[in-house]
């Protein structure tokens, strides 16, 4: 049986490492959040000290972060995981990061002869518990052929991207979209309640029109339109807005990097910052409605 270690058990790593077990793989956990691996543990999974010990006797090591600099923590320098780990290892690095920093961890495992790919995700919270991710990957085709049975796991839809750091790449870009479509979905719902409309009414009417798009099908940010979105719960769960503005802050890195014009990616950054300094960052990123209303 195949041993996966999986580091970082959050609101991603934690169900994406649950549908693992489910798949029948034997599996080492480390999470700083010691509520995380006792839940794992409690359905047979091996929760660890420290990620050194998590990766001990692992084919797989498979990590959820939240940014750049716990990547870099976690895999480079004498007291990384890359120095510890065997040849012939295959690691799944599933955070969203910067695509050099994704270059410079690749560059280090290949020195090492561990196969690593950077495999970001989208889908959330909700597919991240039903298994339906989508995984944009970033490697040799012949690592990802190994690696398919671990993503099938945990995701529906797998992409290859392209070489090294082209995973975080294609990332940056969908979230990016996926910002922009989320304010101009909150915009729109706005004027058109404070003009007379039901929201619920206005959102069927957008959805089937032109200005269909997936907020306006799965996350609507009107609280009330639907039920089960984290709009209608405060704006607790799902994806923080302070990680929204991280992946903003990437894409626009990148657009440096490469003298790609994105004013909308760059407006949509500043609204996202603007939300962490009214203390909103730990609400779902749809709390960017709240701009638009009194």
Known sequence: ???????????????MAR?????????????????AMDELAAEGAQAASIALEAVQGAQVVISMLPASRHVEGLYLGADGLLAALKPGTLVLEC?????????????????????????PVSGGTAGAAAGTLTFMIGGQPETLAKAQLFFQAMGKNIFHAGPEGAGQVAKVCN???LAVQMIATA???????????????????????????????????????????PASKGYSGGFM?????KDLGLAQQ????????????????????LLLKQGKGKQDFSVVQQLFVE
Do not use: C
């Not at 996966?4 to 169900?15: D, E, K, R, S, V």
């Not at 089937?208 to 940010?221: H, R």
């Not at 003298?259 to 910052?273: D, I, K």
């Open 187 to 229: 915009e729109a719902m706005a004027m058109g309640v404070a003009n007379g409309l039901e929201p619920a009414v206005l959102a069927e009417i957008m959805r089937q029109s032109s200005g269909g798009n997936w907020t306006l099908e799965k996350y609507n940010p009107w609280p009330g339109v639907m039920e089960n979105a």
């Open 241 to 245: 807005a302070e990680l929204m503005a």
């Open 19 to 35: 549908n693992l077990l489910k798949a029948g793989f034997n599996l080492q956990v480390f999470d700083l959040v010691q509520r």
């Open 254 to 273: 990148a657009a440096q990097s490469s003298g790609s014009s994105t004013p909308m990616g760059a407006l949509a950054l500043q609204l996202y910052r």
């Open 95 to 119: 955070s969203t990061i910067a695509p050099e920093v994704a270059r410079s961890v690749h560059a280090a495992a290949h020195e090492r002869g561990i196969e690593l790919l950077d495999a």
């Open 175 to 177: 979230n990016q979209v």
């Open 1 to 15: 049986m195949t041993t996966i270690a999986f580091i970082g058990l959050g609101h991603m790593g934690l169900p």
